[in-house]
């Protein structure tokens, strides 16, 4: 089994950045994508970023330019550095890993971005 927990949530002011860690603990396998999705309130989860274990990034139209996904070489943690911050940022922000045919997910951290 395969536990995800995220940290680094919280309330930020509108343009201001935040930096999310997600690490991972478990079974020991090599994942083929790591991303982030989030869900505002009333809203469907959406994609944010993802990160293939070859090290190529994406990112939703909403965050490019903005949002910078990372991992580190042993897949055991990885990031979502946020900058220039909106409030139709604030959501709840999930990691997500992908491997051996299986997508795990986290609980989830708040992020509220005030005008």
């Known amino acids: 089994q395969v536990q995800l927990v995220e940290s680094g949530g919280g309330l930020v002011q509108a343009g201001g950045s935040l930096r999310l860690s997600c690490e991972r603990s478990?079974?020991?396998?090599?994942?083929?994508?790591m991303g982030w999705y989030r869900q505002a309130p009333g809203k469907s989860r959406e994609w944010v970023a993802t990160?293939?274990?070859?090290?190529?990034?994406h990112y939703a139209g909403s965050v490019k330019g903005r949002f910078t996904i990372s991992g580190d070489n042993a897949e055991t943690m990885w990031y979502l550095q946020m900058t220039s911050l909106k409030p139709e940022d604030t959501a709840v922000y999930y990691c997500?890993?992908?491997?051996?045919?299986?997508?795990?997910w986290g609980q989830g951290t708040q992020v509220t971005v005030s005008s």
């Open positions: 478990g079974k020991t396998f090599a994942f083929d994508v």
């Open positions: 997500n890993a992908v491997g051996e045919r299986s997508s795990y």
């Open positions: 990160i293939t274990s070859g090290g190529v990034a």
